[in-house]
């Protein structure tokens, strides 16, 4: 029998990887994503955890703090737009680990800073690293996810990101009492550079970027294919040749041609809608999370109540992406947003009603933030994957993703302008729920308008 009649006809890269069943291989990636974006939420949610004691520390109003906070989210607004565009050159693979080893390294530097000055300069270093981190991770999660899981499995990964969050503030609390706020960005640090070290050695580069980029890669194609199908019972009637790489690569330069797609063929109010989303609900998250501890300390609870608060809201979002990855499978995500918000805005009222009056009440308040705000942002990442088709998914998730980031940098700026305007915690606090209106708008055009024809 001759080997055009043994094998099947050659299929494309995506069809290809959607058609394999969820292996080993594919959870050692997943894994290595995961453990990439603990590091990453660990380490974007530093400063929020050694404010208290940094004020004291280096003797700063706390007004002061809003554009340290927002130095480093500046920095991931530059590394989401601009930095992520070398992962499509040289590969998704070494942009994750330069991107974990850079932060790493400058993390550790950042314990060394004596001034207001110099800990803005380095936050603002470390931010260009954790721009790239996100996006990157979640591309090469969606490559290699099989299409009927990919939306489930992008979702989940931002677990990760919530994980190290929570982690990082339960961690903070035990250090700082003991090693100081320094000792928060050494440990933070050195676990980044050895996580690297892992990743070098384990994570593998994406298939699609492989097939996708000309210039002798088709052996490595091949072979990745192979690994990745290597516990299929079908694996040994599947093959990839030049044909199916040449279209890969057409497919990836009809992508790169720019954002400009996103505006065309009826998608303009679907990626307008998109960016508003990001930059609402990221403006709410990155002010709770940087702003959280000091204004509890400031309501006249002690620093390490204040601290636990944080974790508490943190970890209110591990639940909550579970739970919505589950429900996305049944109900419209939009829908499931939409209600997942307002309760998020209802939530961060009752914070304004209660914090100076039940501490118990308080915390159950804060985890329902948490679980709307920080866990409704796994659902607003995966929307990218329901709004626009495959080739040009990444461009429009990476965008929306890059926009919001400005609602990243204004969070925390809003937090410091309003305490400084005499708003009072509580008033500050009323208008985080005000800003949550905004998420909602954008999700019924994008659930009930002409935007929600437009999913995918």
């Known amino acids: 029998m001759s080997m055009s009649q043994t094998l099947p006809e050659p299929i494309g890269i995506q069809a290809f990887v959607d058609a394999q069943a969820l292996n080993r291989y594919h959870w050692r990636v997943f894994g290595l994503c995961a453990l990439c974006l603990m590091f990453d939420g660990f380490d974007a949610q530093a400063m929020g955890y050694v404010a208290p004691a940094l004020r004291e520390s280096l003797g700063l109003a706390a007004s002061s703090l809003g554009p340290i906070f927002s130095a480093s989210l500046f920095g991931m607004l530059i590394g989401a737009l601009g930095l992520g565009i070398l992962a499509d050159r040289i590969g998704r693979r070494p942009v994750l680990i330069g991107a974990l080893a850079f932060c790493g390294a400058v993390m550790c ?18 931010g260009l690293g954790l721009g790239t981190l996100l996006p990157t991770a979640l591309a090469m999660t969606s490559e290699f996810s099989p299409g009927r899981n990919r939306a489930t499995i992008t979702m989940l990964m931002s677990l990760g990101f919530v994980s190290g969050a929570a982690i990082g503030g339960a961690i903070a609390s035990y250090i700082i009492p003991h090693l100081g706020w320094q000792g928060v960005f050494a440990l933070a640090g050195a676990a980044s550079l050895v996580t690297a070290l892992v990743m070098w050695r384990w994570m593998p580069e994406s298939i699609q970027f492989l097939a996708a980029t000309e210039g002798g890669r088709f052996k490595r194609t091949t072979q990745a ?13 599947t093959w990839i040749n030049e044909k199916s790489v040449a279209g890969a690569v057409a497919a990836a330069a009809q992508n790169r041609r720019g954002w400009s797609q996103l505006f065309r063929n009826g998608y303009t109010v679907t990626t307008l809608m998109l960016w508003l989303l990001n930059f609402a609900n990221l403006l709410d998250l990155y002010f709770l999370s940087n702003w959280l501890p000091t204004l509890l300390k400031e309501s006249g609870l002690p620093l390490k109540t204040a601290m636990i608060g944080s974790a508490v809201l943190q970890s209110g979002g591990i639940p909550a992406t579970i739970l919505l990855s589950l429900l996305s499978k049944r109900i419209k995500l939009t829908h499931l947003l939409i209600g997942n918000f307002i309760i998020g805005a209802i939530a961060m009222t009752v914070i304004g009603i209660v914090v100076k009056s039940s501490v118990p009440l308080l915390f159950v308040a804060i985890f329902f933030a948490g679980f709307c705000v920080v866990g409704g942002q796994s659902g607003v990442n995966a929307m990218g994957a329901y709004c626009y088709p495959t080739p040009m998914r990444t461009t429009g998730m990476g965008w929306a993703n890059g926009i919001g980031r400005f609602g990243s940098v204004a969070g925390p700026i809003v937090g410091g302008a309003l305490l400084a305007l005499d708003w009072g915690v509580q008033t500050v606090f009323f208008g985080a729920a005000l800003a949550g209106l905004f998420a909602i708008t954008a999700l019924f055009f994008l659930g009930f308008g002409r935007a929600g024809v437009r999913q995918q």
């Open 225 to 237: 294919a192979r690994a990745l199908s290597r516990n299929d019972a079908l694996a040994e009637q």
């Open 109 to 126: 530097a950042t314990a060394y800073v004596e001034t207001a000055h110099q800990l803005l300069a380095m936050r603002f270093i470390t």
